[in-house]
C-alpha cells in the first residue's frame, strides 16, 4: 500500500506542475505536531477564482493543511511546517513575509465557532476597523450590514447587534464567524466546515454566498458532505492519514476517481 | 540641600526630634530629617562618605566602634566629633497590680542564667519563680522579657546586670574554675542565658515589651527610663540594689544600670549644611539638654559634665582614636 | 530651558507628528489610489515615535552625562589648597554648585544681568552675606578660586543645557522630519511602530533580571566580606543562632531557615484552603452581588498594616493558644509561638491566594462547566475535576505569591513568633525566620564591619538561593500538571 | 484491555429509577455537594470575620484620634517680653524663642481661671498650665513672626489641650491613673472638668490631624498625618505610574511574545523569585543602587517610589501572566484569522479579557506597596520629618515620611496618647488604599464576564 | 398567519395527548433569555425506546429546548424556563428532583465539541468515576475503552489514552464528546447536533450506534440533514422561530406533512 500510494503522488506532482496559473501552490509540505507527523509531503495547486474542496475522513488532516495556508499553524508552539507553500508565486513562509497581511489577504471561517466576547456588530467591524476599510462610522455599518446579509444572518440579529455574540445558537455563532471573514474581503477564504452547524436554508445560502465569492475570490473549504462538495466545488482535494491522496476536477473526482479510496470513501464504504 | 540629615539610634530619637522640633522652631533653619535605623546603622551611614547625599549626623546608644572609625577614615570621613548628650537609665517593671520587686543583679543572673550555682554546685537553671531563688522576693513565676541581641541596650543589660550578678553570687568563680581559670570563657558562659522560654528576647522596642507585659501579667519587663516615666500608670518599677531609678539616682551613679547616649557629627559638613553647627550647640545648650530641660523633663539624665561638651562643640573637636 | 519644558516640547512635537503623518499618510492614499499598507495611525504613530523616543533617550543620556562632564571640568580648577583639612573635594565642588545656583538668586534679586557677572560690576568681595540674603548659607568665607569655579559652572551648565535642549529638539524634529518624508503608502508603518512597542515590552521584561542583577550584586559584596570574618560551614551547618557584641557569636542559619519554613507552612495551611475555598465559593457560588461585595473586602486584608495583625497576635491570639492548648496540653507556655504567627500572617495572605484564583477560576470557559454538568457531575465535583486543574497554573502562581509575603513577613513574626532562633518541633514554642532576622541585624546596634551585621546579607543571599530553588521546582510542577484549553 | 468486552455487571449499580427519590449514592454526593458549599462559605466567614474583628479593634482604637481638646484663651501678646527694644524689628522678633511665648500662656491662662473664678487647690501656676500643649508656643510665635505688628494685642487663641487631658476626655486617662501618672495629676483633671463647664476647654474635629505634620515625642496632641500622606501620594504616584505599565508590558511579552526556551523559564522563575525576595531586600538594594550609585537623595519619595516599584511588579507580573494564560486561545486564533497581528490581537481582546486579573494584581500589589515599612527604613524614609515637601516634580525629591512609617514610628513611641493616634493614622492609611483601589474594583467589576 | 399557528399547536396539543406512554412529556414550555421568548408554548411527548429527531432552522430554539429537558439551562442565569417537563411522569422542574440525578439519567452531547483539558482516557472516565460505574481499574478501562469503540474514535486514538483531549481534530474531539456521555449509560440520550463535524464514515458509525442504542434508551437528537433524520429517527418534531410547529412520525412528517412550513423547510424552500 505504501508503494502504490508513493507512486500515487508522483503521478500527481507531473500533473499539477503542468498545470497553470495556480493561485495557490504548495510543494512537499510536511507538518509535525511535536512527533506526530499530521501532513506527509503534500503538493497541491489551488487555482484561482474557484472553489476547491477538501475532504476526507475526520483527523485526515484537513485542518491541518487548511491553517497552513495562511499560517495560522504558527500559533501552535508544538506544530512545525516543513515545505514550500506559495500564493501568487510568493513562498508564504519566507521570513520577510508578514503572517498578519498574508491573514488579511486570506480570510478563515474555523471549524469551532469562536466569535469575540464582544457585541455581535464588534465582531464584525472588527476586521474592517483594524484594516481601516471604513473612514466614516456609516461605511462601517454598511459593511457590517452586507456582511451580516451575505452569512444570512442580517434578519436574525438585525435588532440586536449590541447583544453579545456569545449568547446565539451555535449556527448563528457559525455565521456570525463566516461575517466576520467576509466582512475584510480577502482574496482566499478558507474555510473549516463552515455549514457543519448550519440547517439547510442557511448552508443553501453559505453555499450562495460561495458561488458569488467565487466570481472574484478563491476559496478553499473543508467539508464532510459529499453533496456539498458536489454542489459549491470546481476541484477536489481528497486526504487521508495526513497524505493527499489525490486531487482533480471535481466531477472527475466524484465520478471516476483515479485512487481506490477516493472511490470508497465516496461511496461510504471506508473505514 | 537644605535641611540637616541625621540617622541612628532608636532610642536617641525621641530626644533628637525633640531637638529638631524645637529648632526648627525657633531658627531659620528647616526642622532637620531624623531618621531611625538604629545605631550601627547610622553610623555605618554617617562613614559613607563626604557629600550632600550622605548623612550628617549619626545618633548612638553606644559609643562608636573603632572598625567604625576605620570605616570612615577608609571612606574619606576624617573628622567625626562625638557628643555625649546624656545617660539613658534602663529599668526593669512590671505590671502595675503586680508583687514589688527589690532586685540584685545576682537575682537576675540567678533567675536567667542557663547554669547557676546550687548547694554550691554547677546546675542547669531550676528556678521557676522568684522565691526560689531569695525568700524576700515575691512567689512568683520567673519571666523577663529582656532586650534581644539587636539592642544596644542588651549589652548594657549583659554587663551590668548579668555578669556583675554572676560575679556577686559566685557563679563567676564556678564557671572559671570549671572553664580551667579561663575569664573569658567564664565570663561568656555567665552571659549565656536559659532557652527554655523564661527570658524571652524582645526584638522590637518598648511598647513591645509593655504590651507582653500586659498580656503576661507575671513578666518583668526592661525598658528605657524616659519609657517609663510615660507610662507610670501601667508599670511598676523594681529597685535594684534598693536604688529607685530616677534621674536623679542615675546621674548621681547610685542606680547601676545606665548607659550613655550619644551623636556623631561628620565635621566636614559642618560649613556646608545650612545650621549644622547651630544645631549642634542647640542640641547640647543648657536650654534642651540642661537638667531643667525638655530632655531632662522627658526622661534623659543630663550629662553632670554638659559644660566640657558645650566647649568643645564650640571648638569642634573631632574626636581621636578609641582608647 | 528646563527639563520638564523640553519634555513638553518633544511631547507636543510628537503629537504633531501624529497628526500631520496621519494626514500625509491618507492624501498620499488619495493621490496614488493606492491602498495604504496600513491604518494611517500607524503612519502618524511611527512619525510621533521617531519624534519622541530618541529624543527622551538623548535626553536621559544627557542629563547624566553633562554632570559629570562638568564636574571634571570644576574639578580641575580647583587646587587642593583650598580643600580644608579633613575635607573632601567632593564638598567643595558641591559648595560650587551651591554657589552657582546662589548667583543666580542674587542677580535675580539685584536685578543685574550677566555683564555685570563677569565684568566684576558688582562687588562680591562678601559673597557670603551676598549669598546670605538670598537663602543661601555658606559654612566659611569663598576662596577665589571656589568662585571662579562656580562662574565656570554656572556659565558650562548654561552653555550644556542649551545645548541639550537644541540637540534634543533638533533630534526630534530631524528624525520626525525623516520619518515624515518616508511615508509612502507602502510604508509597513504597523510593523514599525509595532516593532517599537516590541522593544519597550522587552525592555520591561528585562527589568525584573536587571533588578535580581542588582539585589545579587548589592548583596554579594557584603557576603563575600561577612565569609571572610565568619566560617561559612558555621554558617551553613550550625544549629545555634546566637549573636553576641563583643565577638563571639553563633551565628548558624539552620533554625532561621527552619523557623521560616516552620512559620510559612502554618500560614499556608491556613491560606491555601481558606483562599481556595473562598475563591472557589465566590467565583462558583456566589450572587454576582455577593461577590462584589465580599472580594474587594477580602482584599482589605492584605492592606491592613502588618503592625495591626502583629499586636493582633501577640495581644489577642498568643495568649488564647497559650492558655487554652499550648499549657493544657503541657506543651509549654510561650505566649509567642510559631503556631500564633502563622496562623495570623495566614489571615493576611488569604486575600492572595483567593482574589488571584477566583480571577483564573472565573476565565474558565462556561463549555467546559456544561460539558460536567452535562455528564451528571454536581457542582463541587465539577470544579474539583474540571475547573480547578484547568486554572493550576494560576493557582500555584497565587500560591507562590502568598508563600513569597510570608517568607517576607516581619512584624507578625517580631509580634507573634518572638525573637528566638529554635530548632524545635513544637508549635508551641518561640522561633523566629530569617527576613526577622535580617531586619533586625541591620537595624542594631552593632557595628557594621562586624559579622554580627554583614550576617544579615549572607542571610538574605542564602534565602534568595532557597527561594529560587523552591520556584524551579514549582514551575516544574505547573508544567508537568497544566492543562490548556482552547 | 484491548480485549474489550463491555461488562455485564455495570448495569448492576444501583441507580434509582425516579428522578424524584434520591438514591445513595447521589446522596453521599449531595451531602458532600453541601459540604464543600458549606466549607466555602465558612471560609467566607472566617475571612469575613477576621477583617471585621480587625476593622472593629482599628476603629475602637483609633477613632478618636479624629477628635481632640482644645483650650480656647485670649492672650496678651506682651511687648515687653516679645519686643524689648520696641521697635518691631522682625530680625530682633524672631531671635525670641518659643521659652519666652510660654509664660504669656500661662498667665493668660490664669487670668481665665481668675476671671471664671475657678480654682484648684494643691495646683500652681505651672501646674495649671502642663493642661495645654507645649505646642502652643510655637504656634503663637508663629502667628507673630507672620505678622509683628500684633505685639501689644491681645488674640484668642484655640490651643490644643495637652495630650493627657485630651485623653482624659477619651477615657484614656482616669482620676485613678491619673494618680499614678508621673505626667498628670487629678488636680488638672480636675481643672480640665472646670474649664470645660466654662466653657473654656472644648472637643472638636481635628482636621490637623490630616494636615499637621509630624511631632515629637513630647507632642502627641500635636502630631499629624500631613507629610506623611503627601509622601504616600508621591510613592504611590510614581509606582502606580511605573509598575503598572511596566508589569503589563513584560508580562504581555513573556506570555505572548517570547520563545519559549529556557531563557524566558530563568525569567519566569526569576520574576516569581523575586516576589520572594523580603521587603527589605529591596531597601538594601535601592540604597546601593538608588542613591550610592545614581545619587539620588536620601528620604525622598523617588527613591522610595523606585524601590516600592521594583517590588510590586513581580506581584503585577505574575497576576497579569497568570490572567493571559487563562484566555482561550481560541480567543487569539479569532483575531488573528481575520488579520489582526499579533499585537492587535493582544492589545484588543487578550488584555480586555485578562484585565480582572490585572487588576487584582495591582489592588494587591498597591495594598502591599502602600502598607511597606522595611524597604523605607534603609533609604531613610523611616524617619521625623516635619518639612512639607513641594509639589511634584521637585517635591519628590524632597524629604517625606510615609503613611505606614508614621505608623511604625508612633506605635514605638513611649506616650500612650500614640497608640490612638497610630490607629487614626491605620485608618486613614485603609481610606487611602481603598480610595486608591476604588478605580480598579470598579474596572474589574466591569471586566469580568464569562465566555 | 399567527392564527394559523395557534390554531394547529391546539391541535397537536390534543393529539399528544392521547398518545402514550411517553418517555418525556412537556406541556406549555416558555423559555426566556432575559426578556429574548427563545420557546413559546411547547407541547410534546417523546416516545421511550425510539429516536426523535428536532429540526429546525437555525437559532429556531432546537438546542435551547433540548437544554431544558435534562435542566443545562439551569446554568444560564439569564435563561428562564416556564412550564412543564416529565419524565416518566415526574416532574423535572419539581423542586424535589435534583438536577445531577437528572443529568445522569439523561446525557447530553454538546453542539460544540467541549473536551475537558484532560487525557483522552480521563475525558471518557470522568463520568463513569463520578457516579462510581467501576470499582477496579480494569472496569474502568472497558468502559473507557468500549465507550470509544461506539463513537467511532478507538482506532485512532487507543494508541495514546494519556494524550491531551483537546489536541484531536474537530471531528475527534466530537467523537471523544458522545464518547463520554455514552460512558455513563443514561437512559436518555440528548444530542445536540453529533454529527456535524464528522465525515460520512464517522457519521454512519454513530447513527449505528444510535441505532443501537434505541433499544434501550430513549434518544432525542438535534440534526440539519434531513437525510439523518430520516434515516436514524423514528419521530420528527418541526421547530421554528420558537415554536414546535408540528411533531409526528418521521415517515408522515418527510412525506406528508401537516404544516406548510415544515414542507418548506424539507423541501429547502424556506426563509
Ligand atoms: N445564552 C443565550 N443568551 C441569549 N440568547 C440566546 C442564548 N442562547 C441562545 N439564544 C437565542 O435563542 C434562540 C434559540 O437559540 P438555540 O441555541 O436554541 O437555537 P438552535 O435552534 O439550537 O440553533 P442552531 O441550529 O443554530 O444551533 C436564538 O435566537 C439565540 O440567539
Ligand atoms: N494541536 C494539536 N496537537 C497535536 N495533535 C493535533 C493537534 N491538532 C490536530 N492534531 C492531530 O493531527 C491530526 C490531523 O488533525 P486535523 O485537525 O487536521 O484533522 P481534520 O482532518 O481537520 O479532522 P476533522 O474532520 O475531524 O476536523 C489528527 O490526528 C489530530 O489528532
Ligand atoms: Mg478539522
Ligand atoms: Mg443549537
Ligand atoms: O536603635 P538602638 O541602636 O538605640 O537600639
Known sequence: MMNNMSAMTTTMKTKAATMNPSKISARGVQVYYGDKHAIKDVDIEIHPRSVTAFIGPSGCGKSTFLRCINRMNDTISSCRVEGHIAIDGEDIYDPKVDPVQLRAKVGMVFQKPNPFPKSIYENVAYGPRIHGLASRKSDLDDIVASALQKAGLWNEVKDRLDAPGTGLSGGQQQRLCIARAVAVSPEVILMDEPCSALDPIATAKVEELIHELRENFTIVIVTHSMQQAARVSQRTAMFHLGNLVEVDDTDKIFTNPDDQRTQDYIMGRFG | RDQIQIAGSSTVLPYASIVAEAFGENTDFPTPVVESGGSGAGRKKLCEGV??????????????????????????????????????????????????????????????????????????NPYKAWNEIRAELPAQPILAFIPGTKHGTREVFDEKVIIAGCEENGTYEALKAANNGDEDAAEKACMALRTDGVSVDIDGDYTETLARVDANKNGIGVFGLSFYQNNTDKLRVATMNGVSPSVETIASGEYPVSRPLYFYVKNAHLDVIPGLQEYVEFFVSDEMAGPDGPLAAYGLVSDPELAKTQEAVQARKPMGPLN | MSVSIIILVVLALSALGYFLGRRRALSLAAESGGKLHSLPGYYGQTVALFAAVPAFLLLIAWLFVQPVVIDARVDGMIPDSVIPEGGARSLVISDVRRIAGGLDAVLARNALDEGALIDGSVDFSTIRDRLAEVGIALGNDVPTEVFEAAKVYRQDTKVGSTAMAIAVIALSMGLGAWSFMRIRPDLRARNISEGFIKSLLIGSSTIAILTTVG????????????????????????????????????????????????ISLIALLVAVPIGLLIAIYLSEYASKSLRSVAKPAIEVLAGIPTIVYGLFALITVGPFLRDWFAQPLGLGSSSSSVLTAGIVMGIMIIPFVSSLSDDIMNAVPQALRDGSYGLGATQSETIKKVILPAALPGIVGAILLAASRAIGETMIVVLGAGAAAKLDLNPFEAMTTVTVKIVSQLTGDTEFASPETLVAFALGLTLFVFTLGLNVLALYIVRKYREQYE | MTDVSVSANRETVSRSKSILTVDARTRRRHAAEARFRLMGKIAVAISILALVGLLASILSNGLSAFRQTYVTLDVYLDPAKLDKQGNRDPEAIAKVTTFSYAPLIQKALTDAMAAKGISIEGLNAKGASELISKEAPANLRRYVIADPSVIGDTVSFDLLASGRIDGYYKDRV????????????????????????????????????????????????ASGLGVAILGSAYMMLIVLVLSLPLGVAASIYLEEFAPQNRFTDLIEVNIANLAAVPSIVFG?????????????????????????????????????????????????????????????????????????????????????????????????????????????????????????????????????????????????????????????IILRRRFERRW
Open chain 4, 174 to 221: 482616669t482620676m485613678e491613673s491619673a494618680q499614678l501618672d508621673r505626667n498628670v495629676s487629678p488636680e488638672q483633671l480636675m481643672l480640665a472638668d472646670e474649664l470645660r463647664q466654662a466653657g473654656i476647654l472644648t472637643t472638636k474635629f481635628n482636621w490637623d490631624f490630616f494636615t499637621a505634620p509630624d511631632a515629637s515625642d513630647t507632642r502627641p496632641e
Open chain 2, 51 to 124: 557629600g550632600e547625599n550622605t548623612v550628617d549626623i549619626a545618633n548612638s546608644s553606644s559609643r562608636i566602634k573603632q572598625s567604625d572609625i576605620d570605616n570612615c577614615a577608609a571612606n574619606g570621613v576624617q573628622e567625626i566629633q562625638e557628643v555625649r548628650i546624656g545617660y539613658d537609665g534602663i529599668v526593669f517593671a512590671s505590671e502595675i497590680n503586680g508583687p514589688e520587686y527589690a532586685f540584685t543583679p545576682a537575682d537576675w543572673h540567678a533567675a536567667l542564667a542557663a547554669k547557676v550555682v546550687k548547694d554550691g554546685q554547677l546546675v542547669d
Open chain 4, 284 to 440: 538594601i538594594l535601592g540604597l546601593a543602587v538608588f542613591i550610592n550609585f545614581v545619587g539620588l537623595p536620601q528620604s525622598a519619595p523617588i527613591v522610595g517610589g523606585l524601590v516600592l516599584t521594583l517590588m510590586t511588579l513581580p506581584t503585577i507580573i505574575i497576576a497579569t501572566r497568570a490572567a493571559l494564560k487563562a484566555v482561550p486561545p481560541s480567543i487569539r486564533d479569532a483575531a488573528l484569522g481575520v488579520g489582526a497581528s499579533k499585537m492587535q490581537s493582544v492589545f484588543h481582546h487578550v488584555l480586555p479579557l485578562a484585565m480582572p486579573g490585572i487588576l487584582t494584581g495591582t489592588i494587591i500589589g498597591l495594598a502591599q506597596a502602600l502598607g511597606e515599612t522595611a524597604p523605607l527604613l534603609l533609604i531613610g524614609m523611616v524617619a521625623f520629618v516635619r518639612e512639607y515637601p513641594a509639589a511634584p516634580p521637585e517635591g519628590f525629591f524632597d524629604p517625606a515620611s510615609a503613611l505606614p512609617v508614621q505608623v511604625y514610628n508612633w506605635t514605638q513611641r513611649g506616650d500612650p496618647a500614640f497608640v490612638e493616634r497610630a490607629s487614626g493614622a491605620i485608618i486613614v492609611l485603609l481610606v487611602f488604599l481603598v480610595a486608591m483601589n476604588l478605580i480598579a
Open chain 3, 215 to 262: 539585589i545579587v550584586a548589592s548583596l554579594v559584596f557584603e557576603s563575600i566580606n561577612f565569609f571572610r570574618m565568619y566560617p561559612a560551614s558555621e554558617f551553613f551547618f550550625s544549629t545555634v543562632w546566637n549573636p553576641q557584641f563583643r565577638g563571639g557569636s553563633e551565628l548558624g542559619i539552620l533554625p532561621l531557615l527552619w523557623g521560616t519554613f516552620y
